[in-house]
């Protein structure tokens, strides 16, 4: 994968997409950044290092039509894709009984529906910049929760398996059109959205908040949360060259928490 390539990277704003997006930039990568707060997305495309362009689109991935209109704003730009990262993603907590449509509905509509409105948007100019030598990537960040379950996330375990299962669908539908399609699957990684499952199980449960965290870690081997900058780093490795026979892998980042 050339350095010269453009990637589009959903949720940059923040967490493991911003990690993304510094990982990507040292490598000298033209990024666009995606997401819904411009002024937090062009804060974070001029701290970024590297001889790249960086250019910042705003759209809601739940949205269909804003997301095409994003792709073509991107391409418009900085020529056409050769790199979709679908990161952006929600996480709700709530027992089955307290998850009504309107929350099932938003984790779908982020989780699941925003990572197809991206590959929909995007297949076009993937196909015109993949080569059998240097295929085009779609790297969707989905988490062990698309591998396994857990409780009191329903909608949101269920939201990325169809990541899961969609990146391997189409990982067969696209290999002769020498576009690959993985997911990266982190497990609890210190983010925002680990920050607020740690406050919301702190209200449920009394615990304190090195305790919660602490019973967290404890899922992973390593007693330990995953950094974004680890999950960075797979998304970079499946951008080179030396990954072009990855695909249809849901790759998880987790410790070993999968492993027994």
């Not at 993949?130 to 988490?143: E, F, G, K, L, V």
């Not at 959205?193 to 304190?208: E, R, S, Y």
């Amino acid at each position: 994968m050339s350095t010269s390539h453009h990637v589009l990277i959903t949720g940059a704003a923040r967490g493991i997409g911003a990690a993304i997006a510094h990982t990507l930039a040292q490598a000298d990568m033209h990024l666009t950044l995606l997401g819904r707060d411009a002024s937090v997305l062009q804060a974070l495309a001029e701290s970024l290092p590297g001889q790249g362009r960086k250019q910042v689109v705003c759209a809601d991935v739940s949205d269909a039509a804003a997301m095409q209109h994003a792709v073509q704003a991107a391409v418009q730009t900085f020529g056409p894709l050769h790199v979709l990262v679908n990161n952006a993603g929600q996480a709700v907590s709530a027992s089955i009984d307290q998850t009504d449509p309107t929350i099932w509905q938003q984790m779908l509509a982020v989780n699941l529906s925003g990572v197809y409105h991206g590959i929909h948007a995007a297949l076009p100019s993937l196909r015109s910049t993949a080569t059998a030598q240097d295929p085009a990537r779609i790297i969707n960040i989905a988490s062990t929760a698309g591998l396994q379950g857990y409780p009191h996330v329903s909608a949101y375990v269920a939201a990325k398996h169809g990541v899961v299962g969609l990146t391997r669908a189409l990982a067969l539908e696209l290999a002769r059109q020498h576009i690959t399609v993985n997911a990266v699957c982190p497990g609890y990684t210190e983010t925002d959205i680990v920050h607020q499952a740690v406050a919301d199980l702190q209200q449920k449960t009394g615990k304190t908040d090195a305790e919660v965290r602490a019973m967290l870690a404890a899922r992973n081997p390593q007693k330990r949360m995953v950094q974004p900058d680890e999950v960075a780093q797979t998304v970079l490795w499946l951008c080179q060259r030396g990954s072009a026979a990855i695909n249809g892998q849901a790759i998880a980042i987790d410790g070993g928490e999968l492993a027994g």
